[in-house]
């Protein structure tokens, strides 16, 4: 057993000078660039995502010339890997942003785009989104093909309650599919309540409070799939979920 032991240990030794080693070849190959050789192209990847068209490639190559680090031409040892990555990191409309240098006098970007979760349609105030880590993306010439929230909405509010509530919609494939339009008003004691615009039928959901919302949708659920088949979807203007274990229906 002691025998093995040891063993194992000199493996991991091995190992990890191994390792050490390759790391170190790699930063020297990658770094020992001759002083007058040259960048040849630039390799950019702007990662495909169906949720989200904020930005291109023309669009980062555009960002990088306005900053004077395209680096196309430039001389490899000359070039900031991390300049360039802070600069385009700076964008809101970018999440995350890799470079480097490839032995073959390239520079490589490969760039992720934020994801938007919801549209914010502030009352007197301009409009924009909110992806699911909370962060504020300013409104843009982008195609809203998602949940819209109108109202009495702070960026506070929205970057907490309403990116929680749509990262939810997001995922579950009922309400994603069936919640059009969020509206938050202000009520009689000056609090912010939540009401739903469906996508199917006429009426208006009365959430209340945006708290226990799973809870609460959890019981719409039920009763749309019981009730409604009975009444139809046009029969109530309101329903009322405020209330713990009641549905309120206000009819037409």
């Known amino acids: 057993m002691k025998v093995f032991g040891l063993l194992k240990k000199i493996f991991f030794i091995l190992l990890f000078f191994a390792v050490l080693g390759y790391v170190i070849y790699a930063i020297t190959n990658m770094s020992d660039y001759d002083p007058e050789e040259k960048c040849t192209d630039v390799v950019l990847v702007v990662e495909d995502n169906p949720n989200a068209g904020f930005i291109d490639k023309k669009g980062v190559e555009t960002l990088l010339k306005e900053k004077n ?18 600069t385009v990191g700076e ?24 994801t938007p979760v919801m549209f914010i349609m502030p009352d007197n105030a301009d409009s924009y989104f909110v992806d699911a880590k909370g962060n504020i ?28 509530f749509a990262c939810f919609l997001r995922d ?42 799973q809870k609460k949708l959890k019981r719409l659920r039920t009763f749309y799939e019981k009730a409604m088949k009975e009444v139809g979807w046009n029969k109530y203007k309101r329903i009322n979920l405020e209330f713990d274990n009641q549905i309120i229906c206000t009819k037409k």
């Open 137 to 164: 993306i300013p409104g843009a010439n982008y195609p809203v093909n998602m949940p819209v929230a109108t109202g009495n909405i702070s960026k506070e509010y929205a970057a907490k309650q309403l990116t929680e």
């Open 91 to 114: 964008n809101p409309f970018i999440e995350n942003v890799e470079c480097y240098k490839t032995p073959d006098s390239k520079l490589c970007l490969h760039v992720i785009q934020r």
């Open 172 to 213: 579950n494939s009922f309400w994603n599919k069936q919640v059009e339009q969020v509206n938050v008003v202000v009520d009689r004691n000056n609090k912010r309540v939540v009401e739903i615009v469906p996508r199917v039928g006429n009426h208006i959901v009365y959430l209340g409070s945006i708290k226990d919302y």
């Open 69 to 86: 680090l395209f680096p196309k031409g430039e001389k490899m040892v000359d070039i900031d890997t991390r300049m360039i990555e802070q």
